[in-house]
């Protein structure tokens, strides 16, 4: 018969595999649900590549771009938020219009407006 400590020992290796086992599942299972999704975006939409990474890029762009022409931080939450609020205004005006170029440059600026309300931290 093995001492406390060995049997702690076994117990806690034991654990440990378990926990290992169930993190390498649900690795799987995460990368299944990604690739399940994908299919399902691109089933319906017809979209063959989410690519976030580019769409993140032109958000960033447009980030700095707002925050060349107007450098001066937004005064309050209140302020932020109308900036957004103009934004997604906009954004609607485009879609009611079916200009849906134009509509996709907005939604841009609209997720720009989202990072610059979140970055400027005062309201966060």
Known sequence: ???????????????????????????????ISDRRFEELVAARWGVVEIDVDALLVEVKAEVLRALKKFPRPQASA???YAVLLEEVEELWDDIKANSLVTARVEAVQVAAMAVRYLLEGKHV
């Open 78 to 80: 209140h302020e932020g």
């Open 1 to 31: 018969m093995g001492s406390l400590e060995d049997d702690l020992d076994f117990a806690w290796t034991q654990a440990n595999k378990q926990q290992k086992r169930r993190e390498e599942e649900d690795a799987r299972n995460n990368e």
